[in-house]
């Protein structure tokens, strides 16, 4: 498939009112991941979130921009939590190099 024509998803979401702060605490973790720390901060562990295994892009807060085929499964993991509206999109040449530029950032 030419790159310049890839669709991707425009996925944008709204976590649940009455969702306790501890879970939202953890839906945060799981998506974007988070530092944990052992022995009173001396060591230091990267948890990586599902979004760390995927290519993507956040464009503004709550709104993720990912490949139509790693779609599914962030939305599938966002209505668990979140009220969720998709769209498809298509990637420009920019959009990839950002995606590529922030999976070797990560990598």
Sequence with gaps: ???KKEIGRLICYRIRERLAPGK???????????????????????????????????????AIITRKEYAKD????????????CWNIIL????FKVMDVRAKDKG
């Design 74 to 85: 962030v939305e599938r993991f966002l209505r668990k939590y979140a009220r969720v509206r």
């Design 24 to 62: 939202r605490t953890r839906f945060s973790q799981k998506l974007y991941g988070y530092k944990d720390r052992s022995f009173y901060g001396h060591h230091e562990y990267l948890r990586e979130g599902i979004l760390g295994k995927i290519p993507h892009i956040i464009p503004v807060r709550a």
């Design 1 to 3: 498939m030419n790159r």
């Design 92 to 95: 420009t040449e920019r959009d």
